[in-house]
C-alpha cells in the first residue's frame, strides 16, 4: 500500500518596517510541490487586533475573518492540485507604534490510501481410476489424481490410503506438498485383491 501526500510550502513576502496608519502589501504564496492534490486547504495569518486587514486579492479561493480570534484571518482554497501554486495579496494597516509578527500556517484534509486484497482459497478434489472387478490375488494399479480448481495455492497437501479392514495395518500415505492453484498431480498405487467381494478403496 503506497500513500502520496501533497507537499505544501508556504512563503510570505512584503516590507519588514511599514509606516502607522499606511497602508502595505504583503503577498502570501502557497505551493504544492507534491504528487496528489491537497483538499481543503486553510491559510492562517496573524494580524493583531490593531492592525486594520484594509483588503485581500486572492488568485483563487475565499478570504476572511475567522470565527475565533485565534484563527486569525483565513484563506480558503478548496483544491490546491499537485504542482501548483495560489497567490494572495494582504493590505494591512497598522494603528499602533508596535512591532507584530505576521505568522502565517496552514491546514487541510488527510489523505485516505486504498488498495484492493484479493483473498484466494484452494480447494481440493480427488478422483480414483482404475478397474471396477478384479481376479483374487490380481495386482492392479489405481491411479489418484488430487487436483486444486481454487484461486489459492493448497499447502501440504497429503493422500491417505485407509486399510481395507480395521487392525490391518498402518494408514499408507504420501506427501505431495504444495498443489498450486489450477494444477494436479497424479499417483498410482498397486493393490492386490485379498479377498473377494465388494471392496471400498478410500
Given at each position: 500500500?503506497?500513500?502520496?501526500?501533497?507537499?505544501?510550502?508556504?512563503?510570505?513576502?512584503?516590507?519588514?518596517?511599514?509606516?502607522?496608519?499606511?497602508?502595505?502589501?504583503?503577498?502570501?504564496?502557497?505551493?504544492?510541490?507534491?504528487?496528489?492534490?491537497?483538499?481543503?486547504?486553510?491559510?492562517?495569518?496573524?494580524?493583531?487586533?490593531?492592525?486594520?486587514?484594509?483588503?485581500?486579492?486572492?488568485?483563487?479561493?475565499?478570504?476572511?475573518?475567522?470565527?475565533?480570534?485565534?484563527?486569525?484571518?483565513?484563506?480558503?482554497?478548496?483544491?490546491?492540485?499537485?504542482?501548483?501554486?495560489?497567490?494572495l495579496a494582504l493590505r494591512i494597516i497598522p494603528r499602533k507604534s508596535q512591532?507584530?509578527?505576521?505568522?502565517?500556517?496552514?491546514?487541510?484534509?488527510?489523505?485516505?490510501?486504498?488498495?484492493?486484497?484479493?483473498?484466494?482459497?484452494?480447494?481440493?478434489?480427488?478422483?480414483?481410476?482404475?478397474?471396477?472387478?478384479?481376479?483374487?490375488?490380481?495386482?492392479?494399479?489405481?491411479?489418484?489424481?488430487?487436483?486444486?480448481?481454487?484461486?489459492?495455492?493448497?499447502?501440504?497437501?497429503?493422500?491417505?490410503?485407509?486399510?481395507?479392514?480395521?487392525?490391518?495395518?498402518?494408514?499408507?500415505?504420501?506427501?505431495?506438498?504444495?498443489?498450486?492453484?489450477?494444477?494436479?498431480?497424479?499417483?498410482?498405487?498397486?493393490?492386490?485383491?485379498?479377498?473377494?467381494?465388494?471392496?471400498?478403496?478410500?
Open positions: 500500500i503506497t500513500r502520496k501526500s501533497p507537499n505544501i510550502s508556504i512563503e510570505t513576502t512584503g516590507p519588514r518596517r511599514i509606516m502607522i496608519g499606511k497602508e502595505a502589501v504583503y503577498n502570501v504564496t502557497v505551493s504544492n510541490q507534491g504528487d496528489v492534490a491537497a483538499n481543503d486547504v486553510v491559510v492562517h495569518i496573524s494580524v493583531p487586533e490593531w492592525a486594520e486587514v484594509a483588503g485581500a486579492q486572492a488568485s483563487s479561493g475565499t478570504t476572511g475573518v475567522g470565527t475565533e480570534k485565534s484563527e486569525g484571518y483565513q484563506w480558503r482554497l478548496s483544491s490546491l492540485d499537485a504542482r501548483s501554486r495560489q497567490e512591532s507584530f509578527e505576521l505568522a502565517v500556517r496552514w491546514t487541510c484534509s488527510p489523505n485516505s490510501s486504498q488498495a484492493t486484497v484479493e483473498v484466494e482459497e484452494p480447494k481440493l478434489e480427488m478422483a480414483v481410476k482404475g478397474p471396477s472387478e478384479v481376479i483374487y490375488g490380481e495386482h492392479q494399479i489405481y491411479q489418484l489424481t488430487i487436483s486444486n480448481p481454487g484461486t489459492g495455492d493448497a499447502e501440504g497437501v497429503t493422500i491417505q490410503l485407509l486399510p481395507i479392514n480395521p487392525g490391518d495395518g498402518t494408514t499408507a500415505s504420501h506427501r505431495l506438498g504444495t498443489l498450486s492453484a489450477g494444477t494436479s498431480k497424479t499417483v498410482e498405487i498397486e493393490l492386490t485383491a485379498r479377498q473377494a467381494g465388494h471392496i471400498s478403496i478410500k
